[in-house]
């Protein structure tokens, strides 16, 4: 069992539509982090939580430290927003071992 | 992008040949990663470093080394590669601290073995 799932898998919207992806982790973490991966491109950092929520433009992250769970939303989607986004955990202790998912797919359709 | 380039960043090569992929950053961070990305597997760490000569495994480390002589550039070598070495591999680093911890990507580096 990985210890970081994220669901969906895949998910399609339409351009204007409220997405919400979610990350669930099984071990005690010091920090998660949101990434984002276009097609064929590089990894870019959305966010990193430890507690609460951050805003970033139309991107909300949110975490919730005893239900082990975090979600990334995104408000009035955009095609452009169609990308891998990908949770990563940081054990607590001290590792520097970050715990990936295996990344959701989002299509934003026009 | 915190100054990281990969290089290179597209390579073909043989099975039993010798690889290094390099990881050069501008901005002077301690703590630099190699990632590879496979399909169903996700991101996985190979190997990192936390300061000069200062390296350790990751999850996947077996068939890789690396070397950090400097701060700024981060080696990866895979002695004699082989076609399950097949993917894209990603160096990253890490801004440390309290209330950062932000990592930031290279472009990634697709290495494929034949």
């Known amino acids: 069992k990985n210890e970081v799932e994220q669901s969906p898998q895949n998910l399609t919207a339409q351009e204007g539509e409220f997405i919400t992806i979610n990350c669930s982790y099984s071990?005690?973490?010091?920090?998660l982090h949101w990434l984002q991966q276009h097609p064929g491109g590089g990894i870019v950092s959305l966010f990193m939580?430890?507690?609460g929520k951050k805003k970033h433009g139309r991107l909300i992250a949110t975490i919730n430290i005893q239900e082990k769970h975090s979600s990334l939303h995104i408000t009035a989607s955009h095609p452009r927003d169609s990308a891998v986004y990908i949770c990563?955990?940081?054990?607590?202790?001290?590792?520097?071992?970050?715990?990936f998912g295996k990344g959701t797919k989002l299509t934003v359709n026009p | 992008d915190a100054g990281i380039t990969q290089s290179p960043r597209h390579k073909v090569t043989e099975t039993g040949t010798p690889v290094t992929l390099r990881c050069h950053q501008t901005?002077?961070?301690?703590?630099m990663y190699w990632y590879r990305q496979d399909p169903g597997h996700g991101l996985r760490l190979i190997h990192y470093?936390?300061?000069?000569?200062?390296?350790d495994k990751g999850e996947v480390s077996d068939g890789y080394s690396v070397s950090r002589s400097k701060t700024e550039d981060f080696l990866l070598t895979l002695e004699s590669a082989t076609s399950s070495q097949t993917s894209v591999y990603f160096c990253?680093?890490?801004?440390?601290?309290?209330?950062?911890?932000?990592?930031?990507f290279g472009e990634g580096s697709r290495l494929t073995v034949l």
């Open positions: 990563a955990v940081k054990a607590q202790g001290g590792s520097e071992k970050l715990v």
């Open positions: 470093s936390y300061g000069v000569k200062d390296t």
């Open positions: 071990v005690g973490i010091s920090a």
């Open positions: 990253a680093i890490r801004r440390a601290g309290t209330n950062t911890g932000e990592l930031f």
């Open positions: 901005e002077n961070h301690r703590y």
């Open positions: 939580l430890s507690s």
